[in-house]
């Protein structure tokens, strides 16, 4: 079966997630989003290739009360373990996202978004004159992480700061 | 310091490089201030000059130093190279890399020079990056407080100007965040003022420095005036620039409110913000600090081809 479940009513299935109603039934294998800003479960959805579209049943939870958080969303994708290359993605735009990996209904792994201390051509520099963009061919973007929360990256060659809301408008 | 630290070494940013290390160059330069002496240090090297942009002072003062340390000059002139056919930075950087021991570039893209650096296996000196960075400029406009004050630490600054876009005046106020200024006035129109990412690494330096719009108001604590035109060809809105156009100017009036013994310093080339009725004013350094500019320089590239023998 493919497709995408959304919820809009108060609900939840993570193991950490707030005092809120089941509304979305457990995976028996696949990967838990948790502690998604609320709003971006369609970018994250966007940066893990939109799962959907191969064939994978997602779930999504959106807009439910956070005590961490007051709004978060979810995202759950049935029979695709999130790679820890792809935990570290997301940190860009959910920085205080969690991963649960589950198999056989049991969570065997949790990994943590964390943003990674160097991007290599994934954000593109907004300052026209910076090198990486007027010599885009053959410089690479590289950005070096500036600050965690909130989320900042540093352009290697120009030293203009990437916020959370240009990273998000770039990735999402 | 040891001999090797600046050996093979890139210059891309004062920031660098140490207190340490700016005043052991600051100490080899001074040995090449005067008449100049014959010698051919640099005999067996050629040194070449890539300028994507009009440079007069940086160019000819890495020139000339080079000449008079012996070494031979070769010149990259982008509006009769394959540039114009739209060549790369990369494919550029790679043949002057073949064919000199060290190049000093100029371009108008920040980073540029840094990509060159890690292109190359030869040094790469930055002549001046868009607005970012102009290392040895600022390295030649402290070595001239130095020689005309004695001293670095223990000043006031007053950097007036294009702080926002003039990359002398940013790299000026790294240098001296690498020393113990008294204190560090930054006066400019709103517009113009340093852009958030410069103040806030300035004060990631610990610099004392303070954001200010009326320069009289310094003036009388200043024992540096740093000043700098109003960088046009940076704007990228012209409107903008027409709103800032001679929106500041050293006068003989404003000079006769400084205090004794102050010093004006300008990166050059100038506009209407210096005037030149003030050249003949006593306090009109910034000629003896373009002049400066070779000594400095053969310090400089005697201490990165010759190995620190300078």
Redesign the interface.
């Known amino acids: 079966m493919m497709g995408i479940t959304t919820v809009s009513r108060r609900g939840g299935q993570s193991p950490n997630e707030d005092k809120t109603t089941m509304l979305v039934r457990k995976i028996p294998d696949g990967s838990v989003i948790d502690h998604i800003a609320a709003g971006k479960a369609l970018s994250v959805l966007r940066l893990l290739g939109n799962p959907q579209e191969n064939g994978f049943t997602i779930a999504l939870v959106m807009n439910v009360s956070s005590s961490k958080m007051g709004r978060k969303d979810i995202v759950k994708v049935e029979g695709l373990e999130v790679s820890q290359e792809q935990v570290q993605k997301l940190a860009l735009i959910a920085p205080r996202a969690s991963v649960n990996i589950v198999r056989s209904y049991r969570v065997i792994a949790k990994r943590n978004a964390v943003p990674p201390r160097t991007l290599r051509g994934i954000l593109s520099c907004t ?9 885009k ?3 690479p973007s590289i950005f070096f992480l500036s600050g965690r929360s909130p989320l900042r990256y ?8 990437l916020d959370e809301k240009e990273i998000s408008a770039q990735l999402g | 310091m040891s001999r090797d630290a600046w050996k093979g070494r890139d210059v891309i940013s004062i920031l660098d490089f140490s207190r340490q290390e700016l005043e052991s160059l600051f100490e080899a330069a001074n040995a090449f201030v005067g008449p100049p002496r014959p010698r051919n240090d640099l005999a067996d090297y050629i040194v070449a000059t890539a300028f994507y942009e009009p440079s007069t002072r940086t160019r000819l003062s890495f020139t000339t130093a080079a000449l008079r340390l012996g070494a031979k000059v070769i010149d990259l002139s982008p509006d009769v190279s394959s540039i114009l056919k739209g060549e790369s930075l990369h494919d550029t950087t790679m043949m002057l890399e073949g064919y000199s021991d060290l190049i000093v570039m100029r371009h108008p893209s920040e980073g540029a020079a840094l990509l060159a650096a890690e292109l190359s296996s030869v040094p790469v000196v930055n002549g001046g990056d868009g607005s970012q960075h102009h290392p040895s400029q600022a390295m030649l406009d402290l070595f001239t407080v130095r020689r005309l004050k004695g001293r670095i630490d223990g000043l006031t600054y007053t950097v007036l100007g294009d702080n926002r876009y003039a990359r002398s005046a940013t790299s000026f106020l790294y240098g001296l965040a690498k020393f113990k200024p008294k204190m560090v006035y930054i006066v400019s129109p709103e517009t113009l003022r340093p852009r958030d990412e410069i103040t806030k690494q300035l004060k990631g330096l610990g610099l004392r420095f303070e954001l200010r719009s009326d320069l009289e108001q310094v003036m009388g604590s200043t024992d540096v005036l740093y000043l700098t035109r109003i960088q046009k060809e940076r704007f990228p809105d012209p409107n903008e620039y027409e709103k800032v156009k001679g929106s500041y100017k050293l006068t003989k009036d404003v000079l006769s409110k400084g205090k004794s013994g102050f010093i004006v310093l300008h990166p050059l080339p100038r506009s209407t913000e210096l005037p030149y009725d003030v050249d003949s004013d006593k306090s009109a350094a910034y000629m003896t600090q373009a002049h400066l500019g070779v000594p400095l320089r053969m310090a400089l590239l005697l201490k990165i081809i010759g190995g620190g023998k300078a």
């Open positions: 300052a026209t004159t910076c090198v990486s963009v007027r010599e061919d053959s410089a540093r352009c290697k060659y120009c030293g203009r700061a």
